[in-house]
């Protein structure tokens, strides 16, 4: 949210170095937001691997 404040105030004023800094931390967060959906699903797999070794003793 905070990247969007700073490209719409960075436009609004003409600022393109902020405007650029909020482009930029916006696709930082995109990036971080895939890493932790990668992590969950990596996770989710193991406890299933995990169940079915389990139910296999």
């Known amino acids: ?3 969007k404040i700073k ?3 960075g436009k ?3 600022d ?5 800094e909020g482009e930029a931390e916006q696709g930082e ?3 971080r937001e895939g890493i932790g959906k990668a992590g969950r699903a ?5 406890d299933r691997a ?3 070794l389990e ?3």
Not at 16 to 20: F, G, K
Not at 42 to 46: I, R
């Open 1 to 3: 949210m905070k990247g």
């Open 7 to 9: 490209e719409g105030f």
């Open 12 to 14: 609004l004023t003409g």
């Open 16 to 20: 393109a170095d902020l405007e650029a």
């Open 29 to 31: 967060g995109k990036i």
């Open 42 to 46: 990596v996770s989710d797999l193991a």
């Open 50 to 52: 995990k169940e079915k």
């Open 55 to 57: 139910r296999n003793d």
